[in-house]
C-alpha cells in the first residue's frame, strides 16, 4: 500500500508465541510479526507444518525463530512448548492465541456429544491452558501483549454450530477476565472477532456454500489472513498500547446487520 508507515522495527527484541501458525490466520500472523522483528516460536500440532513455516520465517526476515509442536487441548503440552520458545528466543512479550477447529455442523439436539468435547477442548480450553503458561512467562518478563483469536461466532449465534459459537463466546470473557487480572501488572490482553476468512477452514466449502458466506458480509467478499493479522498486530504494538480487555471486529461489517 502507498503511504503505509514502516512497522519492520515495531517488534525487535520481542518474542512471540503464536499458536495454529503453521497455516491459515495463524501463519498470516507469524509472517507479520516476523516481518516486523520479532522471533517468533511457530507453535502448531502438525510439527512438520511448523518446521517449514520456522524456516520460511528466518529465510524471508532474518529473524530466529523455533518451532514447537504442541497439543493446545493437554496442558502439559502447552507449558513444554512455552518452556521451549523462552529456552530457545528468550523472553516471551507476545502471544496470540490461534489454534482452532470447525467441528461439524448438526441441529443443538443432534449435536454428537464427542465433538462437542473435541471442538469446547481445542477452542476455548486450547486458549485457558494457553494463558495459563503464557502469563506467568510475560509476568517474569516484565509485561506484554496477548491477542486471543475469537470469530463473529464471538457475538452473534450461527446456526448448527452449538460448540463452535459456545466457545468462541468463551474466548471473549476469558479475554476480559484476564484483562482486569492482569491489567495493572503490565499485561495487555484483547481479542480480534473475524468474520469468514480465506482459510484452509473454508478449503472444503461447496461453490454454493462459499457464495453464501459472501453474501452474509456487506462488504460483499470474505476477509484475508492478512487482514486479520494487521489487527492482531495492531494490538500486540504499542500503538495500542492503552487498549485492553476488548475484542476489534475484522468482518466486512458482518456484526453490524
Not at 56 to 82: F, I, K, N
Not at 153 to 165: E, L
Not at 179 to 206: D, M
Amino acid at each position: 500500500m502507498h503511504g503505509s508507515p514502516d512497522h519492520s522495527t515495531e517488534f525487535a527484541g520481542r518474542a512471540a508465541f503464536v499458536t495454529g501458525s503453521a497455516s491459515g490466520i495463524g501463519l498470516a500472523v507469524a509472517r507479520r510479526l516476523a516481518a516486523g522483528g520479532a522471533s517468533v516460536a511457530v507453535a502448531d500440532i502438525n510439527e512438520e507444518g511448523a518446521r517449514a513455516v520456522a524456516a520460511e520465517l528466518r529465510e524471508t526476515y532474518g529473524v530466529r525463530t523455533v518451532a514447537v509442536g504442541v497439543d493446545v487441548t493437554d496442558p502439559a503440552s502447552v507449558e513444554a512448548a512455552v518452556e521451549t520458545a523462552v529456552r530457545r528466543l528468550g523472553a516471551l512479550r507476545l502471544a496470540v492465541n490461534n489454534a482452532g477447529i470447525g467441528g461439524p455442523v448438526a441441529p443443538m439436539h443432534r449435536y454428537p456429544l464427542d465433538e462437542w468435547r473435541r471442538v469446547i477442548g481445542t477452542n476455548l480450553d486450547g486458549v485457558f491452558h494457553s494463558l495459563r503458561c503464557e502469563l506467568p512467562a510475560m509476568l517474569a518478563a516484565g509485561g506484554g501483549a496477548i491477542v486471543n483469536m475469537g470469530s463473529s461466532c464471538s457475538t452473534n449465534g450461527f446456526p448448527g454450530v452449538a460448540a463452535y459459537a459456545a466457545a468462541k463466546h468463551g474466548v471473549i470473557g476469558l479475554t476480559k477476565t484476564a484483562a482486569l487480572e492482569y491489567a495493572a501488572r503490565g499485561i495487555r490482553i484483547n481479542a480480534v472477532v473475524p468474520g469468514f476468512i480465506e482459510t484452509p477452514l473454508l478449503a472444503g466449502a461447496s461453490d454454493a456454500e462459499r457464495a453464501h458466506l459472501v453474501g452474509l458480509h456487506p462488504a460483499g467478499r470474505l476477509g484475508t489472513a492478512e487482514e486479520v493479522a494487521e489487527m492482531a498486530a495492531f494490538l500486540l504494538s504499542e500503538r495500542s498500547s492503552f487498549v485492553n480487555g476488548s475484542h476489534h471486529l475484522v468482518d466486512g461489517a458482518y456484526a453490524a446487520q
